[in-house]
């Protein structure tokens, strides 16, 4: 579906049901890609809690911001940048998962999209790749700008006295993290409900889609099971092996996965590609063993607190939370991946946990929390308290770091609009519309 433009420019063409709005090089770009990129936009904002409305400097920055792609896509090739499929798909993976979290679940994200999981990654795999590639040039790019301490104190120098900004209280933490596991009696109970379910269709003589459809959880159920041709990367590991083993029209034993126990069809294998219909029955998630991720909290608090063990080591050990645990548990800022973090921008499960830590050094009671990770309801974790600043205004003893950054960013940003505008040059760029001058480059999709 188009946005309908009111605007004078468009207006001209109603009759029209598209045009070419922009040339690079050998590439075109027409209206309805332009529309398409600005709806995508709008609906990732919508799924990110964002409200964001439509309006023709959006629409135009989104116009720029294409040209600009293209003109480093044209860059990637001739410096021989390639996104092999590995990061592609483990890059397309993380964003849905980021996305599902932001959604609430699968099924309110393929709502928002009006398109399967599946469809979506075929959808914008490549548009991804393009992206990935894009981005990959840019950093190349970035990391040849750097900033001198003379240079950050010239920045901070220029702030007049009455604007330089007041910090807020901050602090740095830590985590470790437990994940109950499943009540063996909820986790037998699903695996015999998928081994009854393959019984049916195995012994019993019912049909694949029709079991599924009344059984099968997850997003695929109402679909009859279906996962359409797709790589076998693409999938899990357990589905996937079990899935190659088999002959077309095979049924698979039960499978377990982080999702759950599947019973697998194997429709057709094209190459490296497969398709096939599954069952899969859900472990209860309400039915875990919340007593014994506590019990290992406790534990593991106890041996920092009385037992001089090390936060950090045991995080690396034992935290079951894989985007912390690598880094000793230390929870960096999601906006510009500083260890500090202002109180306001925590977390509100987190804050009220800070807010009972009086001094560095202080870790809490287990507390339980709902992580960032679709396929896990209920987690628990200890936090500790690094460090504490107080609320102050900025200086360049205690704030270096921050305005070091502030600094580099604006200077990175004066060097990358250069450095594109002077690409556009090496391009043949040719715009079919006229274009307003005033529209922002830094507010680009």
Sequence with gaps: MLIIFTTPLFAQNSQVSDRIVAIVNDRIILKSDVDSEVQNFLRQARVEGQDVEFN?????????????????LQKAQIDSVVVGDDEVNRMMDQRIEQLTRQAGSEQALEDAFGQSIIEIRA????????????????????????????EVLNFFEQIPDGQVPIIPEQVAISQ???????????????YQRAQALRDSVTTGGKNFEEMARKYSDGPTGPRGGLLPLMPLDDLVANYSAAASALEPGGISEVVETQFGFHVIRLNRRVGDN?????????????????ESAIEKLTALRDSVLNHD?????????????????????????PQNANRLISLDQLEPAL????????????????????????????????????????QHRANLETDYDRLRQVALQQKQ?????????????????????????????????
């Design 56 to 72: 023709k400097e959006l629409w135009y920055s989104a116009l720029q911001s294409m040209v600009d792609n293209y003109v480093l």
């Design 123 to 150: 959808e914008f795999r490549e548009q991804f790749r393009d992206q990935l590639t894009a981005q990959r040039v840019q950093q190349q790019k970035m990391q040849q700008i750097n900033i001198t301490r003379p």
């Design 176 to 190: 470790i993290v437990a994940i109950p596991p499943p009540l063996e009696d909820a986790k037998q109970a699903a």
């Design 274 to 290: 497969i398709e096939t219909n599954h069952i899969l029955i859900e472990v209860d998630e309400a039915s875990v063993d919340e």
């Design 309 to 333: 063990k090390s936060f950090a080591d045991l995080a690396r050990q034992y935290s079951e939370d894989e985007e912390t645990a690598s880094v000793g548990g230390k929870i960096y800022n």
């Design 351 to 390: 804050y009220r946990i800070v807010l009972l830590l009086d001094e560095e050094g202080d870790i809490s009671e287990p507390r339980p929390y709902n992580p960032n990770n679709p396929n896990v309801n209920r987690a628990f974790r200890i936090v500790r308290l690094d460090s504490h600043i107080p």
């Design 413 to 445: 940003n004066r060097i990358m609009r250069q450095w594109i505008d002077d690409l556009r040059t090496e391009v043949y760029v040719e715009f079919k519309i006229p274009m307003p001058e005033d529209i922002s480059t830094e507010a680009q999709i």
